[in-house]
């Protein structure tokens, strides 16, 4: 298969193996606040998908509507795009990735957009096993809509007219890991290298990617009395994991340190290396990973990192035994079925 | 003028009525009930006559009364008729009122024990000890409510005069596969027929007589001709929400891909298919799957459609292609669930928020029923835009005769799409770019490999590029092409049918009411008034309905609303016409039937 050309190699910036520079991975230029953690994000997925070699044209990009919802436009310009209506990207994910089993499907949502609105298509689209990477950009307020508290703000968490939010916050993490999500992470925009790593983990994985990312939004939800700014969530980060990820290439084969590391290996060769820092935590472990979310949030801290991962589970194409060519591109020969067989109906019908 | 329709033959005057008749048959639902009446009409139809079968059943799994309606027709009228010549009455709960309203002079085959004999006395009653006869011709007692219905096939085909080999073939194909099954149902109904032969008298009002008008004919509904449709027609990704009447398109397709759609090395599917949470959910996998090039489809009904509303409004906007199948009931919300009617006429004209229009497609018969729903993914792929084939209850769940239906060869349109290499010879490509003054731009589709022909899909303002823009002049230009292409449609949707007489007066009807709307054009043809019928198959409006608008004194709307739906359609559309249109209704769950046409039409002539 042919590729894209890559653009004019400048001889100081580095390509990777498909012979790409970053350049070809960007897309258009952000108009989000100078300073949103949703832009931060959006620079660690054209990090990752440079280093990981991704091929631009097979990439399809999703979202529903909010201040992260028009990230899509801001990565990727080789990719298409499909920026949907409020809470629904992952329906449209799902007849995307049903329609073509070759791309590589990346959805971003709010937490407005997945966690009211959309609540039921994220509930359904991961149990599921949609294959495709869900980045939550969670703010815990609308940012678009100017700054009403989401879902997910903590009780009691204030906004900066003075409002209090009243309810619970539902948490993405520990509901995907009830919904049997196979790949669980929280990140915090701030912290890019973490980030990157299991942006890159999750580039090899084949199924649902739940990837809850607090990202401050400035406007609105960045004064100090608020739990998800930059301050409170780099003071209550912690950190699980030095995270390690290695593309499976078929050249070398992958060599991980010994040590205190645990490794997973993916379907496709791809490992994660692990080094615990959280004492006893087992990424594996889906009813300890419970525990260990819940008792940290009951400290207030944002546990981060790898939550969870099962690398073995059919995502919704092989579980719906499709043909291994995207079901786009099967032609007529393939699809209508002949005169004869329209006889055989017809004559049972009489 | 007094035209009459079918007034059911008087006891002791009229002649027998040969081969033109209905049969209602009254049970219970969930009784099982339904293989009998499918036998007793499929026995019929063997025996050459044209038969129509309504089934009206309540919104209820078991316990609740449900009638089916049998009619034959010489005439070949199918549509549901308003009298009945004989009843069969197996619901204790309902036998009374169903006396009160049988029409005078009927056939009443009734449960012995039932004792209605002494309700009336201008019907022909005829007691039948169901009981003892099942007992006597089924050995096995836990088996006798099964085969109880067996009975009523038996006296009726004896009454009829219907062939017992007919019927015991109906049987047996009714039962296909089911060897014990077979043999027991077509012992119960030899054993009526054999007790109806030595104890009741012969009747002579209505007579089943061999013909010949159903050679090589089929027996189908609307939702299994749709699904064949979709079948021959490739789709290749189905999202969809279980909904009366709506349900069994999806599952007969579901029945048929097991069969048709598996790849014969593999056995892998070449159709994916998924249950959705709930009908937004479908519509975004029907129009995501569409973007990306796959042949999509969804079946619902007018709840669903409200749901998907958001959505198809997305999608006429963003110019994805689907499929959109909607087969009405009785509204608005629950309404009347399992009762038929066309009230989704204005929801899917112009589904959605904002400026919306949209393609719909109205088949009127069986054979209608597949192959619009084979072009209806032509035309959703060469307009790129949500596609409407409306249908209602009576089609969609109603069994009809109908001839076989013809192989779709014509090739598939999957429209303007770039390939590869075509996008990389394009020059200046933009997605929304109106490149042949159709309307109708070229598109990309995901995975394209070469590094051309990307673009960003979005709801909101948009440029010929696909570039983000709230500029006014890119808006307009936007809107203003859709509505471009929407005229552009005019010569590509299904032309209407006429069926003229000559005259100055029209009707005008759609989908479901054409067998009632044929019926009444020749009642009141026979009554002195002539009408030139133009039945609608399709919106936009294409040129053959701008002439008969303009050339009518009067048009006749004929519709299954309260709110002549349709009529302000046409109303909107040509203003300066607006008079013309008269609204003839019917809504109240039942089929449309003939008299009442003919009724309204007579009493607006008389005005
Ligand atoms: C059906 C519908 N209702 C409401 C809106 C208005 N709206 C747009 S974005 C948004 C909230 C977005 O919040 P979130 O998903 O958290 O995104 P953020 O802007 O915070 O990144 C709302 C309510 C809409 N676009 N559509
Ligand atoms: S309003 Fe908040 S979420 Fe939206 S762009 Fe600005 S900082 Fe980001
Ligand atoms: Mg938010």
Partial sequence: MTTATPSAPTPSAPTNNLGFSKQDYVGSKSTLCAGCGHDSITAQIINAAFESSIEGYRVAKYSGIGCSSKTPAYFLNQGWGFNSVHGRMPSIATGASLANRNLINIGVSGDGDSMSIGMGQFVHAVRRNIPMIYIIEDNGVYGLTKGQFSATADKGAHLKSGAVNDFPPIDPCTLALELGCGFVARCFSGNPKQLNTILKAAFAYEGTVVLDIISPCVTFNNHDASTRSYKHVKDHDFPLHDLGFVQYSEVEDVEIPAGQTEVVTFPDGSKVAIKAIHEGYDPTDRFGAMKAIHESMAKGEFLTGLLYINPTQPPLPQVLNLVDEPLASLGEDVLKPSPAVLDEIMQSLM | ?607
């Avoid at chain 2, 089911?178 to 054993?191: D, F, G, S, Y």
């Avoid at chain 2, 009554?527 to 002439?547: H, I, N, S, W």
């Fill in chain 2, 1 to 607: 003028m007094t035209a009459s329709l079918a007034a059911p033959a008087k006891p002791g005057g009229a002649k027998t009525r040969i081969n033109d008749f209905s049969i209602q048959v009254a049970t219970v639902n969930g009784s099982g009930s339904q293989t009998a009446n499918t036998v007793l009409l499929r026995a019929i139809f063997q025996m050459g006559v044209l038969v129509s079968g309504k089934n009206l059943f309540p919104s209820n799994i078991a316990g609740l009364p449900t009638w089916f309606t049998i009619r034959a027709s010489a005439e070949g009228y199918v549509a549901r008729k308003a009298s009945n010549e004989m009843l069969i009455l197996m619901n204790p709960e309902t036998a009374k009122e169903d006396i009160a309203k049988a029409d005078a002079g009927a056939l009443v085959i009734y449960d012995e024990p039932l004792q209605l004999d002494k309700l009336r006395n201008d019907l022909s009653f005829i007691p039948v000890p169901f009981q003892k006869l099942v007992t006597a011709s089924c050995p096995e007692p836990k088996l006798h409510k099964l085969v109880k219905n067996m009975i009523y096939v038996g006296v009726a085909s004896r009454l009829l005069g219907v062939d017992m080999e007919e019927a015991k073939k109906a049987i047996a194909k009714q039962l296909k596969g089911k060897a014990k099954a077979i043999e027991l149902n077509q012992n119960a109904a030899m054993a009526a027929y054999d007790w109806a032969m030595e104890n009741l008298p012969d009747q002579d009002q209505v007579k089943v007589v061999r013909d010949n008008k159903t050679q090589g004919l089929i027996i189908v509904d609307g939702n299994e001709a749709c699904a064949l449709g979709a079948l021959f027609a490739g789709v290749t990704v189905v999202g969809w929400y279980p909904i009366t009447p709506a349900s069994s398109l999806v599952e007969t397709f579901i029945e048929y891909a097991e069969e048709y759609r598996k790849d014969p090395k593999t056995g892998k599917s070449t159709v994916a298919i998924v249950q959705m949470e709930d009908e937004l959910a479908s519509a975004g996998v029907v129009l995501s799957a569409g973007w990306a090039g796959a042949r999509s489809m969804t079946s619902t009904a007018g709840p669903g459609i409200s749901l998907m509303s958001e959505f198809i409004g997305l999608g006429y906007y963003v110019e994805a292609p689907g499929v959109f199948f909607n087969v009405g009931r009785t509204g608005p919300s629950t309404g009347l669930p399992t009762r038929t009617q066309q009230s989704d006429v204005e929801l899917c004209a112009k589904c959605s928020h904002g400026d919306t229009q949209h393609i719909n497609l109205y088949p009127g018969t069986m054979e209608e029923c597949f192959q619009f729903s084979y072009d209806a993914f032509d035309l959703a792929e060469r307009f790129q835009t949500p596609i409407f084939v409306v249908t209602d209850l009576d089609l969609g769940m109603q069994n009809w005769s109908s001839k076989p239906f013809a192989y779709p060869a014509k090739p598939y349109d999957r429209g303007k799409v770039l390939n590869q290499q075509q996008l990389a010879e394009a020059k200046d490509w933009g997605r929304y770019k109106d490149v042949d003054g159709d309307g109708i731009c070229y598109r990309s589709l995901p995975g394209t490999p070469g590094g051309k022909g990307s673009y960003f899909t979005r709801g909101s303002g948009h440029n010929e590029y696909a570039q983000y823009s709230e500029k006014p002049e890119d808006y307009v230009a936007v809107v203003d092409r859709l509505k471009r292409k929407y005229e552009t449609a005019k010569t590509h949707v299904p032309t209407p049918v006429f069926r003229t007489l000559g005259s100055a007066k029209g009707v005008l009807a759609f989908g479901s009411s054409d067998p009632a709307m044929i019926e009444a054009q020749d009642a009141l043809a026979a009554a002195g008034l002539k009408t030139d019928y133009l039945r609608l198959r399709a919106l936009p409006f294409t040129a053959e309905v701008d002439a008969f608008v303009k050339g009518k004194q009067v048009i006749y709307v004929v519709e299954q609303n309260r709110d002549g739906q349709m009529a302000n359609l046409f109303r909107e559309t040509y203003p300066e016409y607006a008079t013309k249109f008269k609204s003839v209704l019917h809504y109240d769950g039942h089929a449309i039937d003939a008299k009442c046409i003919v009724d309204q039409i007579t009493a607006f002539e008389q005005k």
